[in-house]
């Protein structure tokens, strides 16, 4: 994926995250970084493996919603 496309997936994802994500402390900063990391790894997984921006962007959104996203 090129630079351009990441960082806007990137910013649509931090959109979201920040959505899931409640407060201002310490931990709610890094749990909101977790789900946006776990996020735009899964939409580069999917994408890697063959899936259209809409497929990938649901896996995205399924993983920054899955528990592992907030340990």
Same mark, same amino acid.
């Given at each position: 994926?090129?630079?351009?496309?990441?960082? +806007?997936?990137?910013?649509?994802?931090? #959109?979201?995250?920040?959505?899931?994500? +409640? !407060?201002?402390?310490?931990?709610?900063?890094?749990?909101?970084?977790?789900? #946006?990391?776990? *996020? #735009?790894?899964?939409?580069?997984?999917?994408?890697?493996? !063959?899936?259209?921006?809409? *497929?990938?962007?649901?896996?995205? #959104?399924?993983?920054?919603?899955?528990?592992?996203?907030? +340990?």
């Amino acid at each position: 994926m090129d630079n351009e496309r990441r960082a +806007t997936i990137r910013e649509r994802l931090a #959109l979201v995250s920040d959505q899931l994500t +409640t !407060g201002d402390s310490a931990l709610a900063v890094v749990l909101s970084e977790a789900r #946006l990391q776990a *996020g #735009l790894a899964a939409y580069e997984r999917a994408r890697a493996d !063959g899936l259209c921006h809409e *497929g990938a962007w649901e896996c995205a #959104l399924e993983a920054m919603q899955a528990p592992a996203a907030e +340990t």
